[in-house]
């Protein structure tokens, strides 16, 4: 599964939940999920592994995703 993989390479929930009100601008989704990496070559990883590559075509079937990376400045 996708928790497992990401689990697996060390990713951490941070926040999943609903959107509730969009306060400025625009949201296209209902849904967010924030998972945590020790570092983007981390999760770079994650993303480009044959596991999770496996995993995309049932996750565009299922839904329709955005994904986004950020970091935190030091």
């Known amino acids: 599964s996708a928790g497992k993989l990401t689990v697996k390479f060390g990713g951490e929930l ?6 509730e009100d969009v306060l ?3 949201c296209d989704h209902k849904r967010v999920a ?3 990496f020790a570092d983007i070559d981390t999760l770079n990883s994650w993303y480009n ?3 999770y ?3 995309i075509p049932l996750r565009d079937e299922a ?4 994904l986004v990376t950020y970091s935190v400045p030091s």
């Open 14 to 19: 941070v926040l999943g939940g609903a959107v």
């Open 24 to 26: 400025a601008g625009k």
């Open 34 to 36: 924030i998972i945590k």
């Open 49 to 51: 592994s044959a596991e």
């Open 53 to 55: 590559q496996a995993l």
């Open 63 to 66: 839904c329709d995703m955005t």
